[in-house]
């Protein structure tokens, strides 16, 4: 039986940094998420859904698998077109000047990306 559910994101909370592990550029980004799931196979008042989900961390563990492929191929696509979408070259500056002359110029085609994507229930 096939079952559908709503994930209804009620909190995001990411978090962007620009480190150097052995002198290398790794940008590491870090998505909290709280969210509620709703069962969308039945049409019911929500009041009389119980609020419980079998399965609910398989439903939160593949919601968080797509979002990491989704920031993975912008990040990607990013570094390949030399598009800085994630203003890596601003954190750079602010955060590491003593570094920005010897990196700015080659900053994206070196830059390796550290994600971290997490779903919390909101029960």
């Known amino acids: 039986d096939d079952a559908y559910y709503s994930l209804i994101i009620t909190k995001n909370k990411p978090s962007l940094r620009l480190v150097f592990e052995n002198d290398r550029p790794v940008l590491k980004i870090d998505v909290e998420l709280m969210a509620a799931l709703t069962d969308s196979s039945v049409a019911q008042p929500v009041e009389k859904v119980s609020g419980h989900f079998p399965g609910e961390e ?41 570094r920005y002359e010897k990196n700015k110029d080659t900053l994206l085609e070196n830059l390796t990306l550290d994600l971290s994507v997490r779903f919390q229930s909101t029960k």
């Open 58 to 98: 398989k439903i939160f563990q593949s919601a968080s698998e797509k979002l990491k492929g989704e920031i993975t191929s912008v990040f990607s696509k990013s570094v390949n077109s030399g598009s800085d979408v994630f203003f890596v070259k601003d954190l750079l500056k602010k955060h590491h000047f003593k």
